[in-house]
């Protein structure tokens, strides 16, 4: 039958072709609000490129010590204490225990003479920190400790810095600067740092070690200063001299008719070493008024020199007890010392 119309009515779809027109209508509005859901999202964080890390500051030109002169040094990440020492050569030294709990691998020998006595140890790389980052430095041990207060010792040639001022006591007034030229010796192994003095017509090497209280000289030293200078041991002087490791050696007081001057020091007396690396047999004896140390005689001496001077002189802290500090300038290259007038020298 055909379908009839009806003035002023629309015919109403069917079921069957409204259905497929709201999906088509749902799927152009999701289309169509898709664009803005993804422009509403955050953009995915980029990962953060990993920072780098913080250089440690550079240490400071100048370390001054005090006291004990002990100074920390982290050494393959852990902490240890030092004494510094102007009077010690080489590569730094730890105590047995130290080496064991730091569990070092030896890989070199390593040997110490003190005159008849020797020391046997080794030696082994390591990364010490003195505060600017990691950097190579050998360290040496032996069966004996190194220290009786710390970990170890470390020569003062081996601080990085440019400057080390021992501060051996408050300063008094009117100091004046002593100036002396920095000598090395011994080689890179066995660096040693001092100055050098004038005697007869050889120079003789001086370390200041201000850690023991007298001059120290060994017995071929003795025997070359005793004939350039006149020189004697005083009745009754024995003594012993206590050496790296704690080593014991055997002294006698040497004094001078002509004594030494190193600046405004006049150097008098030293403590021989009379059984290392030799016999003093040059240097006699201060005989009961002896006219060479009597002022008013005019000293005119007929011995000839004899013996040599070494790289093992040392100068004591009664030396400079006038001193109140001893500066290393290694970038001068020279040692100071600040020291008040000096006191008169002995008649």
């Known amino acids: 039958m055909a379908a009839r119309r009806y003035r002023g009515m629309v015919a109403a779809p069917s079921?069957?072709?409204?259905?497929?027109?709201?999906w088509l209508a749902a799927l152009l509005l999701a289309a169509s609000a898709a664009p803005l859901a993804a422009q509403a999202l955050?953009?995915?964080?980029?990962?953060?490129?990993?920072?780098?890390?913080?250089?440690?500051?550079?240490?400071?030109?100048?370390?001054?010590?005090?006291?004990?002169n002990i100074v920390t040094v982290t050494v393959n990440g852990v902490p240890l204490r030092f004494e510094v020492s102007a009077d010690t050569f080489g590569t730094a030294l730890v105590n047995p225990g130290v080496a064991a709990r730091l569990m070092l691998l030896p890989e070199a020998r390593r040997g110490w003479q003190f005159g008849p006595v020797s020391v046997e140890g080794v030696a082994a790389p390591v990364l010490a920190d003195?505060?600017?980052?990691?950097?190579?430095?050998?360290?040496?041990?032996?069966?004996?400790?190194?220290?009786?207060?710390?970990?170890?010792?470390?020569?003062?040639?081996?601080?990085?810095?440019k400057r080390v001022t021992f501060a051996l006591h408050p300063p008094a007034p009117g100091e004046t600067e002593q100036r002396f030229p920095m000598h090395r010796a011994g080689g890179r192994?066995?660096?040693?740092?001092?100055?050098?003095?004038?005697?007869?017509?050889?120079?003789?090497?001086?370390?200041?070690?201000?850690?023991?209280a007298e001059n120290l000289v060994t017995a071929p030293a003795a025997n070359f200063i005793a004939t350039h200078r006149e020189g004697g041991f005083e009745?009754?002087?024995?003594?012993?001299?206590v050496m790296n490791f704690a080593v014991e050696r055997p002294t006698r007081m040497m004094r001078l008719a002509e004594p030494i001057l190193l600046g405004?020091?006049?150097?008098?007396?030293?403590?021989?070493?009379?059984?290392?690396?030799?016999?003093?047999?040059?240097?006699?004896?201060i005989a009961p008024g002896d006219p060479r140390f009597d002022r008013n005689h005019i000293l005119v001496s007929?011995?000839?020199?004899?013996?040599?001077?070494?790289?093992?002189?040392?100068?004591?802290r009664d030396q400079i007890a006038h001193c109140s500090s001893i500066t290393y300038?290694?970038?001068?290259?020279?040692?100071?010392?600040?020291?008040?007038?000096?006191p008169p020298s002995e008649g």
């Open 329 to 342: 300038d290694f970038a001068a290259s020279e040692i100071r010392l600040s020291c008040a007038a000096p």
């Open 302 to 316: 007929r011995r000839k020199g004899k013996g040599r001077p070494d790289l093992l002189t040392r100068i004591g």
């Open 15 to 22: 079921p069957a072709l409204a259905a497929p027109a709201l």
């Open 130 to 161: 003195f505060g600017a980052g990691p950097v190579p430095l050998s360290l040496s041990w032996s069966e004996r400790a190194a220290s009786a207060r710390a970990d170890g010792v470390i020569g003062v040639h081996l601080l990085p810095r």
């Open 189 to 212: 192994a066995n660096t040693r740092i001092g100055t050098e003095v004038t005697v007869g017509k050889k120079k003789l090497m001086v370390i200041f070690a201000a850690q023991r």
């Open 42 to 68: 955050p953009p995915d964080p980029q990962p953060s490129a990993p920072r780098a890390p913080v250089p440690p500051e550079a240490l400071p030109e100048e370390l001054v010590l005090e006291g004990d």
């Open 235 to 241: 009745p009754g002087s024995e003594g012993t001299a």
């Open 264 to 285: 405004d020091l006049v150097i008098e007396r030293f403590a021989v070493r009379i059984e290392d690396y030799g016999y003093p047999r040059q240097v006699g004896e």
